[in-house]
């Protein structure tokens, strides 16, 4: 109710302003839909396509319904995999949807993981940096203290 008094009032003051161009950067907000993510889980596999807009995923299953749900962004794929008309719109048991669920999480923490710093590069380093040190005879507290020797 409350958002359809705030849209209603937003729309009667844009009749009076010259009407703004759509923001073209609004989808870069968005996380682009990563196909690898199907192989995650058979459930996914299953029901979720990739969309012709990059950013949105469409469930099979809630397309065959005619939910308006079908199409949503990637980045809120759990969310429609907890909704309740997903699990009336698909044939999986519900803890698949839920295993499914717990496989995107995963490969999202992956994801972020892989843009870190590498651990063994840094183990690398610190290995390189003790051996030079001890050739070389000198003292530990050369090193710089983020090396953690
Ligand atoms: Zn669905």
Redesign the pocket.
């Known amino acids: 109710m409350k958002n359809k008094k705030v849209s209603g009032q937003v729309q009667k003051k844009q009749k009076n302003v010259t009407k703004k161009p759509k923001e073209p950067s609004i989808s870069h907000k968005y996380t682009k839909f990563n196909a690898n993510i199907l192989d995650e889980h058979p459930h996914l596999k299953k ?2 396509k990739e969309n012709t807009d990059s950013c949105k995923f469409t ?5 065959k ?1 005619n ?1 308006p ?2 199409v ?1 962004y990637y980045d809120h794929l759990i969310a ?2 907890e ?1 309740g ?3 009336l ?2 044939e999986d048991d519900p803890k698949e949807i839920e295993e499914a669920i717990l496989a995107i999480q995963g490969f999202r923490k992956r994801k972020k993981k892989v843009m870190k710093v590498d651990k063994a590069i840094l183990d690398d380093e610190r290995v390189e940096i003790t051996l030079f040190l001890l050739k070389h005879e000198l003292p530990f507290s050369l090193s710089s203290p983020q090396q953690n020797l």
């Open positions: 029901y979720i469930c099979l299953g809630c397309k319904n939910f749900e079908a949503g429609h995999l909704t008309k997903h699990k719109a698909v």
